[in-house]
């Protein structure tokens, strides 16, 4: 009798899953979603210091985003399938406080977080149990589709608003650098997927923390930055006020991954 390779993967899942061994069952299907941006986050809001803050531009550059699930628990095995039967990038996922990666949407992206249902993009997933997701920070280049005068060429964020407190307004911006190939790990994403799932996904920025309800805004004193009363404010590279929010942009807890 031929032994052959599958009956080897069988014998050696049988005992783990605990079920019958149908050999295409134990492939976990891949399934194409489609990414756009969720700008529900996008509220005005509070900081720390009283000011009521609305965002008019809030442009950001990254690439490769990642979804991950599992965790190593319960996923592990699945690491020497993937290997064998999965002939794309997922022949090497990463591991991360998330899980596994086992899904992804590759390329790079400038995303407008005020502009509603924009396409981003297809994520291809394996079909798994999800709860986290991973980008990676980059600086946005003509070549990503910007004309070579655009303000967020060369930067990461390009952010404009107004900032209200006691009855006077103040009008700011500023343009953020992250450092290249910065990871945010660990975005909220919770969804269970399978060959039926036919959900639209959305990225999320969140200048309030759902969780703790600090803001990616918190420390900036609008007025004290106002040194020539015009009520402009340019948060510029080389002052606490710039070191401060470059450092509140990086934390997960202000992005987020829906289902639409």
């Known amino acids: 009798m031929t032994f052959h390779w599958r ?3 069988c014998v050696l899942v049988i005992p783990i899953l605990g079920s ?10 891949r399934v194409e979603l489609d990414v756009v941006v969720d700008s529900a986050g996008m509220v005005v809001f509070e900081n720390a210091e009283g000011y009521t803050i609305e965002l008019t531009h809030m ?9 991950t699930g599992g965790g190593e628990a319960h996923m592990a095995f699945l690491q020497p ?3 064998v039967l999965v002939p794309t ?3 090497h996922p990463g591991h991360y406080a998330g899980g596994e990666v086992v899904g992804e949407m590759n390329g790079r992206f ?8 924009t396409s981003l993009g ?11 997701a991973n980008f990676v920070f980059t600086r946005a280049t003509a070549e990503d589709g910007l004309h070579p005068d655009d303000p967020l060429v060369g930067h990461t964020f390009e952010i404009a608003g107004t900032a209200t407190k006691d009855g006077e307004t103040w009008t700011f911006s500023a343009v953020v650098d992250e450092d290249e190939g910065r990871r945010v790990v660990g975005l909220p994403f919770d969804i269970d997927i399978d060959e039926g799932s036919d959900e639209v996904l959305g990225l999320q920025m969140l200048p309030v923390d759902p969780y703790e309800g600090d803001t990616a805004f918190d420390d900036l004193d609008f007025a004290a930055l106002d040194e020539d009363g015009d009520f402009v404010v340019t948060i510029v590279e080389g002052i606490a006020e710039y070191n401060l929010l470059e450092k509140h942009l990086q934390v997960h807890d202000h992005y987020a991954v829906t289902i639409e």
């Open 7 to 9: 009956h080897a993967l």
């Open 20 to 29: 019958a061994c149908d050999f295409d069952s134990e492939v976990a299907p």
């Open 59 to 67: 442009r950001v550059a990254f690439e490769n985003v990642e979804f």
């Open 81 to 83: 399938l993937r290997d």
């Open 89 to 91: 990038a997922y022949a």
């Open 110 to 117: 400038v995303v407008d977080w005020l502009a509603d249902d």
């Open 122 to 132: 297809t994520a291809t997933l394996l079909g798994a149990d999800y709860n986290g």
